[in-house]
């Protein structure tokens, strides 16, 4: 299939005002919130008699290796359950919420945070009841630890019950400088309030690289599926997930968005328009359909190439303009 490519790059901004009115709204509109992971850990580190006698079998020296040994089967499925109980919470994190240059903090919108604390609790519950099933089968698990490990076996390295093993809590740190600080030191405090607007500017710019990342994956998935040719010569067949990811997407986005990258807003605008009503059936079934969308998306594709190339001297234009202006 050959594709006209069409560009219109809007010219980059450069004052430091782009980020100024994101960065407020971010401060405005949204919470920190932070998920914490309590999680038994399944593998030990052989001491040191042990690991001699593993080295002995390699005529190494055991001081010169590093071996342990894993205490429970994780791919049983009841160990697997829990472990997915726990991306669940970690997939559903990410996409409710936006990146924060402080190590575990995210940001979610504060019209959404008792519905974040309930979604949180909701799978606190289905952790602890697969918790409670993997407790259930931690006798078997045991037995055949002490199978598979041989003289390694340890029942002291075995808590009497999984219950209580694996958790997970939320909670919503101040991001902004405290109250008492302002009587104590206004110099400080106005430190720390112009520390802390920094990082709601580079949390902009998080958001957005992390969104142009992920739109720019997407739309090459479906560009490739749409343009690809198989080896039979016939276009290559593709899931609905490759359509239903890029709407999922476009929902996300609409919900989160900074507003702090005009070229990125009109690209996702551009891309949504070129599938809206569009279902990969339909890609499946109109060859006529499935270029013309083919068509629009490589143009985009194109566009968010040059974006990203861009975005470096983008930001130190930014960082330039910002320090002209302090």
């Not at 974040?116 to 609790?121: D, G, P, Y």
């Not at 055949?144 to 019950?161: I, K, M, Q, V, W």
Request: with cysteine.
């Amino acid at each position: 299939m050959s594709t006209l490519i069409d560009v219109m790059i809007p010219p980059a901004a450069t004052s430091p005002d782009d980020l100024a009115g994101p960065a407020r709204r971010l401060r405005e509109e949204t919470a920190a919130a932070r998920v914490s992971f309590t999680w038994l850990g399944t593998k030990k580190a052989l001491t040191p008699s042990q690991r001699d006698r593993a080295a002995e079998a390699f005529a190494a020296e055991g001081g010169f290796l590093s071996a342990g040994k894993r205490l429970l089967d994780v791919k049983h499925p009841a160990f697997r359950a829990v472990t997915a109980v726990r991306g669940r919470i970690r997939s559903y994190w990410r996409e409710s919420s936006l990146p924060f240059p402080e190590p575990g903090v995210r940001l979610i919108r504060r019209d959404r945070v008792d519905e974040f604390a309930r979604r949180i609790a909701d799978f606190r519950l289905e952790l602890d009841d697969a918790v409670a099933e993997l407790d259930r089968r931690y006798d078997a698990l045991r037995g055949a630890a002490a199978e598979r490990l041989g003289s390694l076996y340890d029942p002291a390295d075995y808590p009497p019950t999984l219950v209580g093993l694996f958790a997970v809590t939320c909670d919503f740190p101040s991001v902004a400088p405290p109250d008492y600080l302002l009587r104590l030191s206004p110099a400080l405090y106005e430190r720390e309030r112009v520390r802390m607007e920094s990082r709601f500017a580079e949390a902009v710019t998080l958001a957005e690289r992390a969104f142009t990342e992920e739109f720019a994956r997407l739309v090459e998935r479906l560009v490739e599926r749409l343009e690809g040719v198989g080896d039979d010569g016939r276009p290559k067949v593709f899931r609905d997930s490759v359509v239903d990811n890029l709407t999922t997407f476009f929902d996300r986005f609409r919900e989160l968005n900074v507003q702090g990258d005009a070229q990125l807003d009109e690209l996702v605008e551009r891309a949504r328009q070129a599938v809206r009503g569009i279902a990969a059936h339909d890609l499946r079934e109109a060859s006529d359909l499935r270029e013309r969308v083919a068509r629009q998306l490589v143009q985009v594709q194109a566009a968010l190439d040059h974006l990203m190339i861009d975005r470096p001297r983008r930001r130190i234009l930014r960082q330039a303009a910002a320090s002209e202006g302090s």
